[in-house]
């Protein structure tokens, strides 16, 4: 097992014939003071006019750090590839895969869903290694446009496909409860790298599996 930040980790692993791989993904952390926000978070409310001086309310500003801190906190996780025996070389796609993260603009969160492919290379992925992925990259301050790309990155230099896609489709609170208040809006952006980017018929495949027609309909 090997420990791998993920910026800055270079290359593709490098290839154990016949063995399943497992690298260890540990998020880059800062030390997180939760005292120090607890006290920030009473000032904030407190200067927004929000008593919290009652029964309820009293244990706030300690929840509101807690909760960011959670948020802001990946957890570790084992990225487990195996050989690609039977050289499968068709798209694999994992489609919504649930999403939390939060606005780096306003700080309230933008939910949604995640749509991750790849063409296998020498290597495949676990499966439910995608949506780790996704959310070592969601649970931080973001903004979707960056998140979309570092997701598709990540793989790509990780995992060595022969191609990434990544398509992202959210709403953000900060749409949906201030500003024009668009309620249901959602925020769709994409990333494609690889062979999805350079050949119009893949990347033409990959957007119809991620978004089929009817969903594209109905939205
Ligand atoms: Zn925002």
Known sequence: MTAVLPHTRTGPPE?????????????PTTPVDLAAAEHAAAAFLAALGVDVDTENRRGTPGRMARAYA???APRPFDLTTFPNEERYDELVLARSIPLQSVCEHHLLPFVGIAHVGYLPGDRIL??????????MFARRPQVQERLTQQVADWLHTTLGPRGV????????????????????????????RGHLRQ????????????LPRTDRRRR
Do not use: Y
């Not at 290839?15 to 998020?27: A, F, T």
């Not at 896609?165 to 201030?178: D, S, Y």
């Not at 990347?203 to 991620?210: M, P, S, T, V």
């Open 15 to 27: 290839p154990v014939n016949g063995e399943h791989r497992q690298l260890r993904v540990v998020h």
């Open 70 to 72: 959670e948020m802001f």
């Open 126 to 135: 676990g499966l439910s290694k995608l949506a780790w992925v996704v959310e």
């Open 165 to 192: 896609g990544v398509v992202i489709e959210a709403e953000h609170l900060c749409m949906t409860m201030r500003g024009v208040r668009s309620g249901g809006a959602s925020t769709v952006t994409s990333a494609v």
């Open 199 to 210: 050949d119009a018929a893949a990347r033409a495949e990959f957007f119809a599996l991620a």
